[in-house]
């Protein structure tokens, strides 16, 4: 898993609320269990009109918010079924935060173990990240996981955000389940020897 220290880019608003796993990534696209190659399936229901091309109205289609790598949405994003599909095809378009007052339980702890960094900020903040990003299409945020914040160029988006210890230790060392297990290989050794295992 590629670490998250810093990341600078733009940032799409998407206000809606409940926004569920089959929308970020429809069931059709479930089949294969590869990890990768999932950017086209990313809100493809939305992205695309019935025809298969672009529909212009949605905000990853727009110009401004094309390469856009922040997502800013409504609260409760990742909810409905526990598919891992949804943050592989995230990442894979190149969206590595997703910033929302809430999140489902099971999609947030997804994103952790896949590298996308799910920032919980409250509503107020939310809000004013939203408006910024519709008044002002292309604006680019800095999310910094290592000093804890969250700015635009001009600073006037400047904030502190908490997160749990432990994620922000295995998101910016790169460590899924994994990689957290094979950190503690030694001690696994020794105790293993200890034991006559």
């Not at 409940?18 to 069931?27: G, V, Y």
């Not at 059709?28 to 939305?46: C, M, N, P, Q, Y």
């Not at 999609?107 to 008044?135: H, T, W």
């Not at 230790?169 to 006559?196: F, Q």
């Amino acid at each position: 898993m590629d670490p998250f220290t810093k990341l600078t880019g733009v940032v799409a608003p998407i206000d809606r609320v409940n926004i569920d796993t089959d929308q970020i990534i429809p069931a059709v696209f479930l089949k294969s269990i590869e990890r990768t190659g999932f950017e086209d399936a990313l809100f493809s229901s939305w992205r695309y009109n019935t025809d298969g091309s672009p529909n212009p109205d949605f905000v990853l289609n727009k110009p401004a918010y094309k390469n856009a790598n922040v997502l800013v949405a409504g609260p409760n994003f990742g909810c409905g079924s526990s598919r891992e599909h949804a943050p592989w095809a995230l990442r894979d378009y190149g969206i590595k935060c997703v910033i929302s007052t809430s999140f489902a339980d099971i999609f947030y702890n997804n994103c952790f173990k896949n590298g996308v960094l799910p920032l919980v900020l409250p509503p107020e903040q939310v809000r004013e990240i939203m408006d910024k990003a519709e008044s002002d299409p292309g604006i680019e945020l800095t999310v910094d996981l290592v000093s804890q914040r969250v700015w635009d160029e001009s600073e006037e988006i400047s904030i502190n955000f908490e997160i749990d210890a432990a994620r922000k230790d295995a998101l910016v060392n790169g460590l899924d389940d994994i990689g957290l297990t094979l950190r503690m290989e030694k001690d696994i050794a020794d105790y293993e020897s200890k034991h006559g295992l």
